[in-house]
T-cell receptor
Framework: EPEVTQTPSHQVTQMGQEVILRCVPISNHLYFYWYRQILGQKVEFLVSFYNNEISEKSEIFDDQFSVERPDGSNFTLKIRSTKLEDSAMYFC????????????FGPGTRLTVL | DAKTTQPNSMESNEEEPVHLPCNHSTISGTDYIHWYRQLPSQGPEYVIHGLTSNVNNRMASLAIAEDRKSSTLILHRATLRDAAVYYCILRDVIGGGADGLTFGKGTHLIIQP
C-alpha cells in the first residue's frame, strides 16, 4: 500500500539554525500538508499546498517557515531560524482531492531544538 | 469548521465492541464527519467518514444520528492495537478543504487485555 515517507525521523539542531524537513507524498496525490504536534498537545495544521503554491496557512506558519516542492516527488518544510519552541513532531500529509478525501499522514519527524 | 466534543478517555476490554461518541450540535449541512486515530508515536491515520448515512469499512462503522448532531464510531471487536487517540473532525465542503484538519484533544481509548 502506498505511504507517505518523511526524513529524517529525528533532527537535532541548535537554536537559530535552519532546518529542512523532507516528505515524499503518495505519488498520485495533488494536495500536501504540514502539521505539527508539540509533545503532549494537539496536532496543529501549519500549511496546505496545491499546484505549486500555498493554499492555506495557519497563524503558526509565520515568515520563518516556508514550503517547497522542488521536484516531482519531494515536499519540504524549511524553518529558517529555529527557536526552542519549534521543538515538536512534524507530520506531512497528502490527499488526492480536497474536501471529503482522506489525508494520509507520514510517520513524522521529531525536531529537537537545543 | 464546527466544533466537536468527545470524552477525554474511554476504556474497553479486548475483543469487545467499543462505541466512541462525538457531539457536534452546531454541524452544518455541508459538514462531513471524519474520524482519525493516532496510535502511540505515530502520525494520525484515517478511520472513516460520512455525511448523513451510516458507513462501514474494514476498520470500523460510523453511526450518524438522524439530526446529525452526534455520531458514534464503532469498533466491532477491539484489539490491543486499537489503543489510540480517536479524533472526530468536521470538514466543510463549501468552506474548502485546503485549510487542513482541525484536531481536538480526542478520546484516548484504552484497551484492557
Amino acid at each position: 500500500e502506498p505511504e507517505v515517507t518523511q526524513t529524517p525521523s529525528h533532527q537535532v539542531t541548535q537554536m537559530g539554525q535552519e532546518v529542512i524537513l523532507r516528505c515524499v507524498p503518495i505519488s498520485n496525490h495533488l494536495y500536501f500538508y504540514w502539521y505539527r504536534q508539540i509533545l503532549g498537545q494537539k496536532v496543529e495544521f501549519l500549511v496546505s499546498f496545491y499546484n505549486n503554491e500555498i493554499s492555506e496557512k495557519s497563524e503558526i506558519f509565520d515568515d520563518q517557515f516556508s514550503v517547497e516542492r522542488p521536484d516531482g516527488s519531494n515536499f519540504t518544510l524549511k524553518i529558517r531560524s529555529t527557536k526552542l519552541e519549534d521543538s515538536a513532531m512534524y507530520f506531512c500529509a497528502s490527499s488526492e482531492k480536497l474536501y471529503t478525501d482522506t489525508q494520509y499522514f507520514g510517520p513524522g519527524t521529531r525536531l529537537t531544538v537545543l | 469548521d464546527a466544533k466537536t466534543t468527545q470524552p477525554n478517555s474511554m476504556e474497553s476490554n479486548e475483543e469487545e465492541p467499543v462505541h466512541l461518541p462525538c457531539n457536534h450540535s452546531t454541524i452544518s449541512g455541508t459538514d462531513y464527519i471524519h474520524w482519525y486515530r493516532q496510535l502511540p508515536s505515530q502520525g494520525p491515520e484515517y478511520v472513516i467518514h460520512g455525511l448523513t448515512s451510516n458507513v462501514n469499512n474494514r476498520m470500523a462503522s460510523l453511526a450518524i444520528a438522524e439530526d446529525r448532531k452526534s455520531s458514534t464510531l464503532i469498533l466491532h471487536r477491539a484489539t490491543l492495537r486499537d489503543a489510540a487517540v480517536y479524533y472526530c473532525i468536521l470538514r466543510d465542503v463549501i468552506g474548502g478543504g485546503a485549510d487542513g484538519l482541525t484536531f481536538g484533544k480526542g478520546t484516548h481509548l484504552i484497551i484492557q487485555p
